[in-house]
């Protein structure tokens, strides 16, 4: 405790009038996510704010999106530990602040991924304290010019904050120009403060010139970082994907609670599952007997049971939505869910990618040799395709080629699920030597029971009704079963 100093270096008033002006108009329970915000439940919020279904591949990019600004604060509470009162005024108003910003911005829908962005963008720009490391501890004035760049986060979380505490009713896009505005303002903002950083930095170097090539380093490091999270963003940028997770969050939220269950030990499925070899599982079904919702669940038990060495996969064919319909956006789609998962460091200058945004569009075999080079990063891959009989015929071909070959081709072990109408003669034809379920009134009635047992008892309750004959509700529940005929 001898090291503990009793008074921050820098002028203090400024962090409590900001964070002051912050907690103004918040709810009780908003102020209660900003007293107790920290870095682990920073994270946490990010990941539950994806709704109770977006799990996988959504999280992970959230994450990394959130990790430069994260870590920059981190490394500042770190620098702070000497000064006995800095948690309280300094880490908390910043932790809490941005916690709070990224759960009013959830209710905003499309305008959450955007604060995200811009979070990220203002976690690039900080100056790292852990490159100063070495020199801020007896240079007081390097501390100063650092803790004005971290002083610019609270305030542009206030701005964040009264922006979207306005009614949902009136964000749209019109009003969220000039928001864009100020925030590049800000940026101009962070960056000059890194200038001040560094010219502070460089008197403190001559006096501490030994530990010159030491930050040296970490500069180069840190360089090559971002070069490697702006490639990987550019990948991104040029892929022609769908939005992949909204569809599968829409499909999950029509999915009645504990249906679906039944597949999970189906013979075939888990004969399919524990296959030490690439195998593929087909599912047919007439039109609205939950194929759909039978695939969206599939997914879920297959992101729940997949380890950090595989990588679930999955694509919605829906005639609703002509842009899915399209096997190069597919393809594509596969690809960029392939990429989510693979670590910051494959992303480098040796990185071969045919998506580029400088490249021309690579053609379907080059998309698919591309793809069996990043299963080779994994042991296993998982690929859910529901719905491919919605694909035109010349549009199925293509996919039902690129399943064969890569369930033939791949050294890394490769599980396909696909879900098509019975009546699709070249999906069965091409699929005929893998495995097979055709959804029956039999796998699917218990479902359909449970439904209307549980609606039935939802209408009872809240209409109040006296339903004391047990015998009665059991015969309306038969004959609603008998009439769904499995839909």
């Known amino acids: 405790m001898a090291n503990i100093r009793t008074s921050l270096p820098f002028p203090t008033r400024p962090w409590e009038t900001a964070k002051n002006k912050f907690l103004e108009n918040l709810s009780p329970?908003?102020?209660?996510?900003?007293?107790?915000?920290?870095?682990?439940?920073?994270?946490?919020?990010?990941?539950?704010?994806?709704?109770?279904?977006?799990?996988?591949?959504?999280?992970?990019?959230?994450?990394?999106?959130?990790?430069?600004?994260?870590e920059g604060i981190d490394d500042y509470g770190k620098a702070l530990d000497v000064y006995s009162n800095a948690y309280g005024l300094i880490l908390c108003p910043i932790w809490?602040?941005?916690?709070?910003?990224?759960?009013i911005a959830l209710e905003a829908g499309k305008f959450q991924e955007k604060i995200v962005d811009m979070f990220a963008r203002i976690g690039d720009a900080l100056p790292r304290f852990r490159i100063y490391q070495s020199l801020f501890r007896k240079h007081e004035r390097l501390l100063r010019a650092l803790s004005a760049a971290y002083l610019d986060i609270l305030k542009f979380c206030i701005m964040a904050k009264d922006f979207f505490?306005?009614?949902?009713?009136?964000?749209?896009?019109?009003?969220?120009?000039?928001?864009?505005?100020?925030?590049?303002?800000?940026?101009?903002?962070?960056?000059?403060?890194?200038?001040?950083?560094?010219?502070?930095a460089g008197l403190a170097h001559l006096i501490e010139s030994a530990r010159s090539r030491e930050i040296e380093l970490a500069n180069r490091a840190l360089q090559e970082r971002n070069e490697k999270i702006h490639r990987r963003h550019r990948i991104f940028s040029a892929l022609p994907s769908i939005g992949y997770q909204t569809k599968h969050d829409i499909i999950c939220s029509h999915r009645h609670p504990g249906t679906n269950t039944w597949l999970q030990t189906h013979y075939n499925f888990v004969g399919w599952l524990s296959s030490q070899s690439s195998d593929c599982l087909s599912c047919f079904g007439i039109p609205g007997s939950g194929k759909s919702v039978l695939s969206a669940s599939t997914i879920d038990y297959l992101i729940e049971?997949?380890?950090?060495?595989?990588v679930v996969c999955y694509y919605y064919c829906d005639y609703a939505d002509p842009?899915?319909?399209?096997?190069?956006?597919?393809?594509?789609?596969?690809?960029?869910?392939?990429?989510?998962?693979?670590?910051?460091?494959?992303?480098?200058?040796?990185?071969?990618c045919p998506f580029e945004t400088d490249r021309p569009t690579p053609s379907h075999s080059k998309c698919q040799e591309f793809l069996l080079r990043l299963f080779e990063n994994f042991t296993e891959v998982f690929?859910?395709?529901?719905?491919?009989?919605?694909?035109?015929?010349?549009?199925?071909?293509?996919?039902?080629?690129?399943?064969?070959?890569?369930?033939?081709?791949?050294?890394t072990r490769v599980k396909v699920f696909v879900t098509s109408r019975c009546e699709e003669c070249l999906i069965r034809e091409s699929l005929e030597s893998y495995r097979v379920i055709d959804l029956g009134t039999d796998h699917l009635q218990a479902d359909v029971e449970l439904f209307v047992t549980r609606k039935l008892e939802s209408t009872i309750?809240?209409?109040r009704l006296d339903f004391?004959?047990?015998?009665?509700?059991?015969?309306i529940i038969q004959a609603l079963v008998n009439g769904a005929n499995g839909m």
């Not at 049971?305 to 595989?310: A, D, K, M």
């Not at 004391?468 to 015969?475: F, G, H, N, Y």
Request: aromatic share 8%; proline share 2%.
């Open 29 to 70: 329970e908003e102020i209660q996510q900003f007293q107790n915000a920290t870095l682990e439940n920073f994270f946490y919020d990010a990941s539950s704010a994806q709704k109770k279904h977006a799990r996988g591949s959504r999280v992970w990019e959230l994450q990394e999106k959130l990790a430069s600004l994260a």
């Open 96 to 103: 809490g602040s941005v916690r709070v910003v990224l759960n």
């Open 165 to 200: 505490l306005l009614p949902m009713s009136i964000i749209c896009m019109a009003i969220w120009k000039p928001f864009q505005k100020q925030f590049n303002d800000y940026i101009v903002a962070f960056r000059t403060h890194q200038k001040m950083v560094e010219k502070e």
């Open 305 to 310: 049971l997949s380890q950090p060495s595989s």
């Open 323 to 352: 842009l899915s319909l399209d096997a190069s956006r597919l393809i594509a789609t596969i690809i960029k869910q392939v990429l989510v998962h693979l670590p910051l460091d494959h992303f480098n200058d040796a990185f071969d």
């Open 383 to 411: 690929i859910v395709l529901d719905g491919i009989d919605e694909l035109a015929q010349y549009s199925q071909s293509i996919v039902l080629n690129m399943v064969n070959d890569l369930l033939h081709s791949s050294r």
């Open 461 to 463: 309750l809240s209409q």
């Open 468 to 475: 004391s004959d047990s015998l009665l509700k059991r015969e």
